[in-house]
């Protein structure tokens, strides 16, 4: 049954911790993946309002990413909990000498790995939540890919978006 009001972070981070030892490290990850992907369709059909999107997928990606990620900054309490998320512009090099658009994402004290210890990343949930958000919104070659885990002994869980 889904919940009916927000869920204590303290579930999640249950939730999360158990989930690899129950199903085994990849299982989980594909089931994180998914729930992300859900919760990204769930925030465009629900809190991010079509207006909105139409007007993000009309601007260059780089202003509609910047649009898109001043809104998550307001509400990054919702997935964050008590942990603390920030952003940060990055410019790649990439061949033929053209820079491609980059940011970093990071959730410091994050819900989901928060006590964990794992082999690799564990916050598919976020990377696929983001990914799906910035494909429909910022550019459809969006990708975004968990480059530090808190789980792994980082300081944060980072992702890098690019596109």
């Not at 989901?112 to 598919?124: E, H, Y």
Request: glycine share 6%.
């Amino acid at each position: 049954t889904p919940p009916d009001a927000m869920v204590d972070e303290r579930s999640i981070t249950a939730l999360y911790t158990s989930l690899p030892s129950q199903l085994g490290f990849a299982a989980a990850a594909d089931i994180s993946a998914h729930a992300g992907w859900l919760t990204g369709e769930y925030l465009l059909a629900h809190r991010i309002p079509a207006a909105a999107q139409r007007v993000m997928q009309l601007m260059p990606a780089a202003l509609a990413a910047r649009t898109l990620l001043a809104a998550i900054d307001r509400h990054a309490w919702t997935f964050a909990g008590s942990g603390t998320f920030e952003r940060q512009h990055v410019e790649r090099a990439r061949s033929g000498g053209h820079s491609r658009v980059h940011w970093r994402l990071s959730i410091a004290n994050c819900p989901i790995c928060r006590g964990a210890k794992f082999s690799g990343p564990a916050c598919a949930y976020y990377a696929a939540t983001f990914e799906r958000i910035f494909r429909e919104v910022v550019a459809t070659s969006a990708g975004v890919v968990e480059t530090e885990c808190q789980a792994n002994g980082a300081a944060a869980c980072v992702f890098d978006v690019s596109w």
